[in-house]
C-alpha cells in the first residue's frame, strides 16, 4: 500500500549537553518513498538518521514505526532494529569472517533463520550482485565498492521495512560510487523504503521522490527534486547548490 504512514516524527529533538543539534522536526514518511537528505556538514543529518533507530536516543518527541512509538522505553530496541536496516559511511565488516559469515550471523544469532535457511538466502544476495564468488573470501581482499555492496545486502537479509543509509558513498573511491549507487536504484525501484543522506546530487536527482534540506538541525525545504533542484527557494539552500553543483 504505496499510501500507507511507515514512520511519523514528531516534535524531534537531539541535544548533547547543551548544544540542541536537532530543533523540533516533524515529518511523515510512506511506504515506498526514496528520501534523500542533503545539507552541509554539521547540519544535523546523520545524527536524524540515527535518531530513526535510536542509534542515538532523541532528547524530545516522539518516532512512530506504523504507529508504535519507538522512543518508549518499552519498545524491544534490538526487535525493532530487525525493521530497520542501516549502512553506514564504513562498512564495518567482521575482518576474521568470510563474507559468507558476515552476512548470515545476525538472522542466525537472532533466530530468524536456520543456518541452512541464511546461507541459501545469502548465496541467492550474493547472486543478485554478482559476487556469489566472493562468498568465501575474507573482507580485505574486496575493493571498497565491493565491501559497501556486501553491507548493503547483510541489512536485506533481515528483510527491513526501510533502509537507512548515512552517506554511503563517502569513503569509496570514485570508480566505486557508480556500483554501490546502482545497488541502491535497483532497490528503490523494486519498492524498498529508502531515507539516504548523500552528497550525490546525481542520486537525489533522479532516484529520489522527495528530497530534504536540512540547516542547522531543522528541515528547510521538503519537496520534490525537480523543484527543490530547479526553483530552490530558501537563501541558505540558494548558496549550498551553488557550491556544490
Given at each position: 500500500?504505496?499510501?500507507?504512514?511507515?514512520?511519523?516524527?514528531?516534535?524531534?529533538?537531539?541535544?548533547?549537553?547543551?548544544?540542541?543539534?536537532?530543533?523540533?522536526?516533524?515529518?511523515?514518511?510512506?511506504?515506498?518513498?526514496?528520501?534523500?537528505?542533503?545539507?552541509?556538514?554539521?547540519?544535523?543529518?546523520?545524527?536524524?538518521l540515527?535518531?530513526?533507530?535510536?542509534?542515538?536516543?532523541p532528547?524530545?518527541?516522539?518516532?512512530?514505526?506504523?504507529?508504535?512509538?519507538?522512543?518508549?522505553?518499552?519498545?524491544?530496541?534490538?526487535?525493532?532494529?530487525?525493521?530497520?536496516?542501516?549502512?553506514?559511511?564504513?562498512?564495518?565488516?567482521?575482518?576474521?569472517?568470510t563474507?559468507?559469515?558476515?552476512?548470515?550471523?545476525?538472522?542466525?544469532?537472532?533466530?530468524?533463520?536456520?543456518?541452512?535457511?541464511?546461507?541459501?538466502?545469502?548465496?541467492?544476495?550474493?547472486k543478485?550482485?554478482?559476487?556469489?564468488?566472493?562468498?568465501?573470501?575474507?573482507?580485505?581482499?574486496?575493493?571498497?565498492?565491493?565491501?559497501?555492496?556486501?553491507?548493503?545486502?547483510?541489512?536485506?537479509?533481515?528483510?527491513?521495512?526501510?533502509?537507512?543509509?548515512?552517506?554511503?558513498?563517502?569513503?569509496?573511491?570514485?570508480?566505486?560510487?557508480?556500483?554501490?549507487?546502482?545497488?541502491?536504484r535497483?532497490?528503490?525501484?523494486?519498492?524498498?523504503?529508502?531515507?539516504?543522506?548523500?552528497?550525490?546530487?546525481?542520486?537525489?536527482?533522479?532516484?529520489?521522490?522527495?528530497?530534504?534540506?536540512?540547516?542547522?538541525?531543522?528541515?528547510?525545504?521538503?519537496s520534490?527534486?525537480?523543484?527543490?533542484?530547479?526553483?530552490?527557494?530558501?537563501?541558505?539552500l540558494?548558496?549550498?547548490?551553488?557550491?556544490?553543483?
Amino acid at each position: 500500500m504505496k499510501d500507507k504512514v511507515l514512520i511519523k516524527i514528531e516534535h524531534l529533538k537531539k541535544s548533547f549537553g547543551d548544544h540542541e543539534v536537532l530543533h523540533d522536526i516533524d515529518l511523515t514518511i510512506r511506504k515506498g518513498e526514496v528520501i534523500a537528505i542533503i545539507g552541509p556538514s554539521g547540519c544535523g543529518k546523520s545524527t536524524f538518521l540515527r535518531s530513526l533507530n535510536l542509534l542515538e536516543r532523541p532528547t524530545g518527541g516522539r518516532i512512530l514505526f506504523e504507529g508504535i512509538d519507538i522512543t518508549s522505553p518499552e519498545i524491544n530496541t534490538d526487535r525493532m532494529r530487525e525493521r530497520i536496516g542501516m549502512v553506514f559511511q564504513q562498512f564495518n565488516l567482521f575482518p576474521n569472517m568470510t563474507i559468507r559469515r558476515n552476512i548470515m550471523l545476525a538472522p542466525v544469532v537472532l533466530g530468524k533463520m536456520s543456518q541452512e535457511e541464511a546461507s541459501e538466502k545469502t548465496s541467492q544476495l550474493l547472486k543478485r550482485i554478482g559476487l556469489e564468488d566472493k562468498a568465501d573470501a575474507y573482507p580485505d581482499v574486496l575493493s571498497g565498492g565491493q565491501k559497501q555492496r556486501i553491507a548493503i545486502i547483510r541489512s536485506l537479509i533481515m528483510e527491513p521495512d526501510v533502509m537507512l543509509f548515512d552517506e554511503p558513498t563517502s569513503a569509496l573511491d570514485p570508480e566505486m560510487v557508480g556500483e554501490v549507487l546502482e545497488l541502491m536504484r535497483q532497490l528503490a525501484s523494486s519498492g524498498m523504503t529508502m531515507i539516504v543522506v548523500t552528497h550525490e546530487m546525481a542520486f537525489a536527482r533522479e532516484v529520489a521522490n522527495r528530497v530534504l534540506f536540512f540547516s542547522d538541525g531543522c528541515v528547510t525545504e521538503d519537496s520534490k527534486p525537480e523543484k527543490l533542484f530547479l526553483h530552490p527557494e530558501s537563501p541558505r539552500l540558494q548558496d549550498f547548490l551553488s557550491k556544490i553543483l
